[in-house]
């Protein structure tokens, strides 16, 4: 196992050459509490950007918690599209987050990420270049990607198949309702993570 970012970085660029096979859109067709869970640990591409996945949490259909709970309609209708797809959204009327649809109804939120590629074009974008500043947090990823209103339900997302560490769970964080479900993963130790799992 990679001992430390910098030990990543340096192997996401060693690999940069060979050829990567993402994950098929049909992976993320279930639920999304297991897509949320499996993500962990994989490789991000969003064109010349790349991060590792440290952070999710799962929304499903029948979630009280959930932007598609109630059933489809206008600002939710990436949801119901095809899985693979982002589903993006802005919280807040201020910050872009950027999801992964899965089964319909279903959507994983990313929340924190390890950048590994295009650090100096998210440092712009974000105005700082401390690496744990770039993408952890939602908010934070939306403006290191550079996202808005068009990349809902756009194809624009490619995970690869990464080597993971121990997964924590924890309940989701910034809602009201359903607090209870522990659908809120992350890779132990991490030090991307938005904010700690209790009792890590």
């Not at 869970?37 to 499903?60: F, K, M, N, Q, W």
């Not at 990436?78 to 959204?89: N, Q, R, S």
């Not at 990823?141 to 924890?170: C, E, K, N, S």
Request: glycine share 12%.
């Amino acid at each position: 196992m990679l001992s430390d970012a910098g030990d990543r970085r340096r192997a996401f660029v060693q690999s940069a050459g060979r050829a990567l096979t993402p994950f098929p859109h049909a992976w993320f067709d279930r639920p999304a509490p297991d897509v949320a869970r499996d993500l962990i640990g994989s490789r991000l591409e969003v064109g010349p950007l790349a991060a590792r996945v440290v952070e999710t949490e799962a929304y499903t259909s029948d979630d009280p918690a959930s932007h598609s709970f109630g059933g489809p309609r206008p600002r939710n209708r990436a949801m119901f599209g095809p899985a693979g797809l982002a589903y993006v959204y802005r919280s807040y009327g201020i910050h872009w987050c950027l999801n992964v649809v899965c089964r319909s109804g279903d959507a994983v939120l990313l929340r924190a990420l390890e950048p590994l590629a295009g650090l100096e074009v998210m440092a712009r974008r974000r105005g700082t270049e401390a690496p744990r500043a770039l993408c952890s947090g939602p908010g934070k990823i939306g403006q290191a990607f550079g996202l808005d209103a068009a990349a809902d339900g756009a194809d624009i997302l490619r995970f690869h198949p990464a080597p993971r560490g121990p997964v924590v769970t924890g309940p989701r964080i910034g809602i009201t309702r359903a607090t209870d479900r522990p659908w809120r993963f992350g890779s132990e130790g991490s030090a991307f993570l938005s904010r700690r799992f209790p009792g890590t």
